[in-house]
């Protein structure tokens, strides 16, 4: 039998799709970032997920975009692959793409579009029908800021129980405690933010999907080191200098300044899918100076 809470125990990076000037996707770049990562320590990825703009893919670029980190990663490292839609049947399809093309779960979001339907009963009706269509495990991804749907910790609860169902991302902006007592030998519970990455980690937790590991993989996974260790001096002011980055780039300008610190990272962040823009004069200088203050950039690969 697969243990899932030791496969799912490290950091997970949560891979951007890089686009050219022209908004088409740069295959080459983004193999170029997965052999980058597949050196840095982190334990895998999950592709397709809010910072590899899922929702501005078109379906073949999305299966593309898969196959081509399952191609490059290291034989070691697991893939989550966001099965992202708003009906069960179109979820249920990708998942079924996925697993054939060799992913290790299926992450799936919230449907949203319907969000006042979105009730304890259908949200357990919808992550049910999927995790029992076909043998890939899933995790919940539990991302209100996105969705504007907010898992309960009953439904979180009541899911768990599912044999295949096996965890969750959190990426609400507060509040992953309330998850902490649902962590067990087979459902796993991983921050979905470095703001909360090190504490939860401290508490008990063992994984997380942090946006800061797309420039800084390597700090990434030296801060779950500490956080595996438990509280200490070291790892709280490390965490502090992690969570003051983060706020710095994630937290004030969103995938367009994730791929701007990975540009000055010597990482291919290159464009954001239009509408979102790319950084550009004070907005890049204020990233370049965060990442200076940080004292994190010995730990980047510019290789």
């Known amino acids: 039998m697969t243990n899932h809470a030791q496969r799912l125990q490290g950091v997970f990076l949560p891979v951007t799709t890089p686009f050219r000037e022209d908004m088409s996707v740069d295959y ?12 840095s320590g982190a334990h895998g990825y999950l592709a397709l997920g809010s910072n590899g703009e899922n929702r501005c893919l078109r379906e073949d670029e999305k299966r593309r975009v898969l196959e081509t980190i399952l191609k490059y990663k290291h034989p070691g490292q697991i893939v989550m692959a966001g099965c992202i839609y708003d009906s069960t049947p179109l979820t249920v399809e990708f998942m079924r793409f996925a697993k054939d093309a060799g992913a290790d779960y299926a992450t799936l979001l919230s449907p949203s579009y319907f969000r006042k339907q979105m009730t304890h009963e259908t949200l357990i009706d919808y992550f ?5 269509s076909l043998p890939l495990p899933v995790l919940l991804y539990n991302a209100p800021g996105f969705t504007g749907v907010n898992l309960a910790t009953e439904t979180v609860r009541e899911l768990a129980g599912h044999p295949n169902i096996v965890g969750m991302k959190d990426s609400a902006s507060e509040g992953i405690e309330r998850f902490y ?8 519970v991983m921050a979905g933010s470095a703001n909360f990455f090190y504490p ?12 800061v590991g797309n420039y800084l993989p390597e ?33 004030a300008w969103g995938v367009p300044g994730v791929k701007c610190a990975m540009d000055l990272c010597g990482k291919a962040g290159l464009w954001p899918r239009k509408p979102l823009k790319r950084l550009y004069g004070d907005a890049r200088d204020s990233i370049q100076r965060a990442l200076h203050d940080s004292g994190l950039l010995s730990r980047a690969d510019h290789d």
Do not use: I, P
Request: charged letters at 20%; hydrophobic letters at 40%.
């Open 181 to 188: 007592e649902l962590q067990s030998e087979t459902f796993s």
């Open 128 to 132: 049910t029908e999927c995790a029992e």
């Open 219 to 251: 700090a990434a996974v030296d801060l779950w080191t500490l956080g595996m260790s438990g509280v200490s001096e070291e790892g709280d002011e490390f965490h502090a200098r992690m969570v003051a980055l983060n706020k710095a780039v994630s937290g």
């Open 28 to 39: 080459e770049a983004l193999k170029v970032n997965v052999h980058l990562y597949s050196r």
């Open 200 to 211: 939860s980690l401290t508490q008990g937790l063992r994984g997380g999907v942090v946006s």
